[in-house]
Each structure stands twice: as C-alpha cells, then as structure tokens.
T-cell receptor, first 113, second 112 residues
Framework: SAVISQKPSRDICQRGTSLTIQCQVD?????MFWYRQQPGQSLTLIAT?????????ESGFVIDKFPISRPNLTFSTLTVSNMSPEDSSIYLC??????????FGQGTRLTVV | QKEVEQNSGPLSVPEGAIASLNCTYS??????FFWYRQYSGKSPELIMS??SNGDKEDGRFTAQLNKASQYVSLLIRDSQPSDSATYLC????????????WGLGTSLAVNP
C-alpha cells in the first residue's frame, strides 16, 4: 500500500483565479494519477503524471487548464487554472502499486464562486 | 469505448443480510479487477482485488470473477450499517498503461 498526503483538503476560490493541489507519497512511484469526481459521479481521470516527462492528458482535459508538475518520484502538483464554477469538484491524486491497486489521497474539495 | 457498468442503486438490505453488488466490463483484455468503498465525502478505499476466475474471500467480503461472461461481483455477508456506502468497480488492462476504468458506483444502504 501507499500513504498519500494531499492538500489542501478544501478551498473556496474566486472565479478567474488558480489553485494548486499538492500530493506527497510516502514511497517512490513511477506514475501518479489525477482524478476529478463531481457530485454523485464516478472518477474521471484527468491525467497521468510521470517523473521526468510531460503529463499525459485524457480527452477533454488540456495542459493549459490543468498544468501538472512531477519534480520527483514522491511528489506532484495539479493546478486548476482560470477557474469557473464548473470546476467545482473533488480532485483526487492516486498512485498504483505493481498489481495496479490504486490508493488515493484524502481529496481536495474545490468550490468556485 | 472501454466501459465498466454497475447498477447505480440504491441497493437496500436489512442488517445481517447478504448484499450482492454486480459489475460488467466491456474490455476482454482486462486482467485486474477491483472493488472500492467510498463513504460520502471521503476518498475511495480498496476492499478487494481479483485477478483469476472464481471466488476470493476476505472476511465478510467475497469477490467473484467470470471472465467468460465479463462479470465481477462483490458479496458482503452479515451486512452492517457501517457498510452503507458507494461501491465502485474498476478494471485494468496492463496494455492500457495500467489505467483503471471505473464504474459509476452502486449505492448500498444497510438498514438496522
């Protein structure tokens, strides 16, 4: 398993601003995953973050809106840029062990007003 | 389009009964399957993983996999009110960069 510390746990932001979410893992992992979960919905993968290379974004998500950093094997950040109320959601970082079992951070509940 | 489908529920069972949660998947190349429990306002937590056809038991939980039918299930025996949560099914194909494909989840309510 892996222990993941994610922060902030929640924030209320003004539209047009940006928020950076941080994720720290207690062990080195090759890939980290960023998800969005809207109320009552399942998980939607935003991007996969590999250390030393650019993140791979899923359809519907772009780097300008959701820039990701992955400076080392234990840390990643996701920025939600130029926020609008439609960005209000829970954002989750995740890592997967060798058998693809996924473990999650505590989540960031974002409200854009 | 690779998909994982679950009945959204809510599934309501009395305390002490068996809760049966079902999931089907479309990608025949899927090799790994997972059940997660998510309490309201919390992150998903892994309950069971299963990789081979048949049953896998862990305490009150039993996962069942039938690759021919592309079907995964989770049985919860002696259901407790604390089991009330949303249960997410996920599948992974190692050839798909280990990405997990998630179902929408089934809401379970265990009534005292």
């Amino acid at each position: 398993s892996a222990v993941i510390s994610q922060k902030p746990s929640r924030d209320i932001c003004q539209r047009g601003t940006s928020l950076t979410i941080q994720c720290q893992v207690d062990s080195q992992v090759t890939m980290m995953f960023w998800y969005r979960q809207q109320p009552g919905q399942s998980l939607t993968l935003i991007a996969t973050a590999n250390q030393g290379s650019e993140a791979t974004y899923e359809s519907g998500f772009v780097i300008d809106k959701f820039p990701i950093s992955r400076p080392n094997l234990t840390f990643s950040t996701l920025t939600v840029s130029n926020m609008s109320p439609e960005d209000s959601s829970i954002y989750l970082c995740s890592v997967q062990t060798g058998d693809t079992e996924a473990f999650f951070g505590q989540g960031t509940r974002l409200t854009v007003v | 389009q690779k998909e994982v489908e679950q009945n959204s529920g809510p599934l309501s069972v009395p305390e002490g009964a068996i809760a049966s949660l079902n999931c089907t998947y479309s990608d025949r190349g899927s090799q790994s399957f997972f059940w997660y429990r998510q309490y309201s306002g919390k992150s998903p937590e892994l309950i069971m993983s299963i990789y081979s056809n048949g049953d896998k038991e862990d305490g009150r939980f039993t996962a069942q996999l039938n690759k021919a039918s592309q079907y995964v299930s989770l049985l919860i025996r002696d259901s407790q009110p604390s089991d009330s949560a949303t249960y997410l099914c996920a599948a992974s194909n190692a050839g798909n960069n280990r990405k997990l494909i998630w179902g929408l989840g089934t809401s379970l309510a265990v009534n005292p």
